[in-house]
């Protein structure tokens, strides 16, 4: 009985399907866009989950979706026994700036979700400064937003975003602004974070080498509309350094993506020429 409640994924997605009656370009026609096909698969309390797929082919809007923010025309998405109305979701947006409270300085900008929850304003402080100890993280008090730096700014809105403890952690091409050197930097901090606090993370990228540096579990999208080509499990050691990515392993797992990626792309554009575009 244990066995089985082990195995059981903690994040169930089943048959996600999503469809804009709408086309937002009249030479697809008036039958509406389909963006999403059948999205499925699973993941364990814990994993470090990246999407890749190709441009446009609906990751973003599989997130929102995720999120609550756009509802499913069909299929089923449980977070640890909880619907998504009912799980904690945090969602780290591409632009990070314009999700921090300039009005706000970098302390009051990590107190936004405690007071959003309801924590009595004398104790928001403490739990700030308790997490961060926690993380070994620290942050300018007193300074605000823009005289941060842009990987500053992006750590202060995961940071934020996990804060109050979420179910799941949504990350959205997090890293796409971000000078090369920083990129790095941010990757050691983002999973430094995440081995510390154990919480559940899906993460888009564009980057095939960063998503599978990063992850525990790589699922490929297909073109739109989007259905799920592979799920590849990584398998690499953790901690993880960027030693991993010199190993016969990482180059055999993003080959493969490459491959999935490739055909995925090739066919986008013979589609695309076919029907004039």
Not at 130 to 158: C, H, K, N, T
Not at 166 to 179: A, G, K, M
Not at 195 to 204: D, M, N, Q, S
Request: aromatic content about 12%.
């Amino acid at each position: 009985m244990n066995n089985m409640a082990q195995k059981r994924p903690y994040l169930s997605v089943r048959g996600v399907s999503k469809h804009y009656d709408t086309a937002p370009d009249p030479r697809l026609g008036s039958g509406g866009l389909r963006v999403l096909d059948n999205i499925s698969f699973t993941a364990q309390k814990g994993e470090f989950v990246t999407i890749v797929g190709p441009n446009g082919c609906g990751k973003t809007t599989f997130f929102r979706m995720l999120a609550g923010l756009e509802d499913l025309d069909y299929g089923r998405i449980i977070i640890g026994g909880k619907t998504i109305e009912e799980a904690k979701i945090s969602y780290i947006f591409q632009n990070y700036r314009e999700s921090l409270y300039p009005w706000r300085t970098c302390m009051g900008n990590l107190m936004v979700p405690l007071e959003l929850d309801g924590v009595p304003r004398r104790e928001r402080k403490k739990k700030v400064e308790e997490f961060l100890w926690r993380l070994d993280m620290s942050v300018r008090e007193d300074a605000y937003p823009y005289e941060l730096s842009g990987g500053q700014q992006q750590m202060l809105s995961i940071l934020r975003g996990l804060i109050y403890e979420p179910d799941i952690l949504l990350l959205d091409e997090p890293f796409s602004s971000l000078d090369f050197q920083t990129t790095l930097y941010i990757h050691d901090k983002i999973m430094e974070i995440w081995e510390k606090t154990g919480v559940t993370i899906l993460f888009i990228s564009h980057n095939i080498h960063e998503a599978v540096y990063l992850a525990d579990k790589v699922v490929v999208f297909s073109k739109r509309p989007a259905r799920v080509v592979e799920v590849l499990e990584t398998n690499f050691p953790r901690p993880r350094t960027y030693k991993a990515t010199e190993s016969d392993q990482f180059f055999e797992v993003r080959t493969r993506v490459m491959e999935l990626f490739r055909e995925e792309i090739m066919d986008s554009l013979l589609f695309m020429e076919l029907s004039g575009f």
